[in-house]
Structures are given as C-alpha cells and as structure tokens.
C-alpha cells in the first residue's frame, strides 16, 4: 500500500482474518518455550538472572513466538507475513526511531507527576530495567539493546496490531479496538507485577502504536515507532552514567567557551 493512501480502518489487515484464540495460541506458544527455557537456564547457571540469561531465555520465547506466527500463516492464512501481519518495513521510515524517541520521553514526562503520587516512595522497578541497568561492557549492553530494542518490537507489533488489531476493528468501532488492544498490550507486562507503575504508559504508547498502525495500513511505521521507544529506554538504562557524564563535560565546554567569546565584547 502506497505511503499517501488512508486505508478504511474495517479493512485493516483483512487478508488474514486472525481470532482470539489463535493470538493467545502464539502467546501461550512464546510464554510457554520461555518458561522451558528459563527453567533449563537457571538448572544450568544457578538462580542469579544474568544478561546472558535473560537473552536465552527471550530469545527463545521471541523465536518460538515468531515461529508460531509463521506456522499460522503457512496453514491459516496466505504464507506472506506482509499480507497475514501488516509485516512491513521502509527505509524512509528511519524518522520513526526519533519519533519514538521523542514519544518516549513525551509519555515519561506527562506520567511523572502521576507516578509520584501513587508511588511518593519511588516506583517498583522492572525486572527488565534492573537487568539492563546492571548490564556490563559493551557486548552485554548489545545484547540488551538487541532483545529490547529491535526484536522485542517486532514481536509484539506483529502480536498486537498485526493479530489483535486486525481482529478488533471487525467487531469494534475503531476507538474501541485502539483501547481494547492498546490496554492488552499494557496488561500483558503485568506478568512482571513490578510494572503497574508504568502501566499507564504503556497504555498510552499502545493507543499510539494502534493509531499509526490503522493510519498507515500495516506495521511498516509501527515497528520503528515502538523500536525507537525501546531503544531510548534500554540506551538510557545501560549508557545512563556515560551519557550524563558526556553532558556535563559538553556544559563545562560551553562555558569555557562562552568565557573566552565574552573577552571579546
């Protein structure tokens, strides 16, 4: 579908008429080789959740999620994961990943205030956010950007608004599919109890991503969107010192040099 044209939103993703039961099938899938994998990894390394674990361990769910994704559209639908998920990707959509960026920090800043008052002693902190934050050198901090950054993205855009989406807007006015889905894409993190301070968040990001999504007509700007949200948290988390760090060298740099211009006026 061409960049310009606005797709009606009742046949958004259509090709594929996915159902309930088969999105809770790819997510019992990923949840399920998760969990095999989780017990074979701690069996192996001992109880201590470690980067390297934790990149096994969603690899795996990722990996199995994907195939049952692949499976699906090999036997239910057309065997094309553009047509069956809306699985599309363009380069002149790199803007998206600043854009992610940008909503973010924009989703951070309008949640603060509500996160100090329901959590005045400071917010849980995510199982995943303690990993990332705890990651050393520089082949952990990949790993983590990896796994957050790129594939888990990808994962869940093809889950929620490739399947979950597409199955909404049939039965659901398009506001209600866009909070229906965006509120399953929120509740699903609670399986981390710890999340429920950034649940909000989350939502409002996942009614974003819903709009794009109907907007554009398959994932090709939901994908970067979501990836860039990831990203600048996961580079946050695992380069935080470095980057405050850098800031505070580049504002002592300014200074100097605003000194040195202010000799001369």
């Given at each position: 579908?061409?960049?310009?044209?606005?797709?009606?939103?009742?046949?958004?993703?259509?090709?594929?008429?996915?159902s309930v039961p088969q999105f809770?099938?790819?997510?019992?899938?990923?949840?399920?080789?998760?969990?095999?994998?989780?017990?074979?990894?701690?069996?192996?390394?001992?109880?201590?959740?470690?980067?390297?674990?934790?990149?096994?361990?969603?690899?795996?769910?990722?990996?199995?999620?994907?195939?049952?994704?692949?499976?699906?559209?090999?036997?239910?639908?057309?065997?094309?994961?553009?047509?069956?998920?809306?699985?599309?990707?363009?380069?002149?959509?790199?803007?998206?990943?600043?854009?992610?960026?940008?909503?973010?920090?924009?989703?951070?800043?309008?949640?603060?205030?509500?996160?100090?008052?329901?959590?005045?002693?400071?917010?849980?902190?995510?199982?995943?956010?303690?990993?990332?934050?705890?990651?050393?050198?520089v082949t952990e901090g990949l790993?983590?950007?990896?796994?957050?950054?790129?594939?888990?993205?990808?994962?869940?855009?093809?889950?929620?608004?490739?399947?979950l989406l597409s199955r909404a807007?049939?039965?659901?006015?398009?506001?209600?599919?866009?909070?229906?889905?965006?509120?399953?894409?929120?509740?699903?993190?609670?399986?981390?109890?710890?999340?429920?301070?950034?649940?909000?968040?989350?939502?409002?990001?996942?009614?974003?991503?819903?709009?794009?999504?109907?907007?554009?007509?398959?994932?090709?700007?939901?994908?970067?969107?979501?990836?860039?949200?990831?990203?600048?948290?996961?580079?946050?988390?695992?380069?935080?010192?470095?980057?405050?760090?850098?800031?505070?060298?580049?504002?002592?740099?300014?200074?100097?040099?605003?000194?040195?211009?202010?000799?001369?006026?």
């Open positions: 579908m061409s960049d310009h044209e606005q797709p009606n939103d009742a046949d958004y993703l259509q090709t594929t008429k996915w809770l099938l790819v997510f019992a899938v990923g949840f399920g080789a998760a969990l095999m994998a989780g017990i074979l990894v701690f069996a192996a390394a001992g109880d201590e959740l470690s980067v390297a674990a934790f990149a096994v361990v969603f690899g795996v769910q990722a990996g199995a999620s994907l195939a049952a994704m692949w499976w699906l559209s090999r036997t239910r639908g057309t065997g094309s994961l553009a047509a069956d998920f809306g699985l599309e990707l363009h380069l002149s959509d790199w803007w998206a990943l600043l854009a992610g960026f940008g909503l973010q920090i924009a989703v951070a800043l309008l949640m603060a205030p509500l996160i100090q008052l329901l959590f005045p002693e400071g917010p849980p902190q995510q199982e995943v956010a303690t990993l990332t934050a705890s990651s050393s050198g790993l983590v950007v990896v796994m957050v950054g790129l594939l888990a993205p990808l994962v869940e855009e093809m889950m929620f608004r490739g399947m807007v049939r039965s659901l006015s398009r506001a209600w599919a866009v909070v229906a889905t965006a509120a399953a894409f929120a509740g699903v993190h609670l399986l981390d109890p710890s999340a429920i301070a950034v649940l909000p968040g989350l939502f409002t990001i996942g009614v974003v991503l819903a709009i794009v999504s109907l907007r554009r007509g398959d994932l090709s700007l939901a994908i970067p969107l979501h990836a860039g949200v990831n990203l600048t948290a996961a580079l946050l988390l695992v380069f935080g010192d470095q980057i405050t760090a850098w800031l505070e060298d580049a504002q002592a740099n300014l200074e100097q040099i605003e000194g040195l211009v202010r000799l001369f006026f």
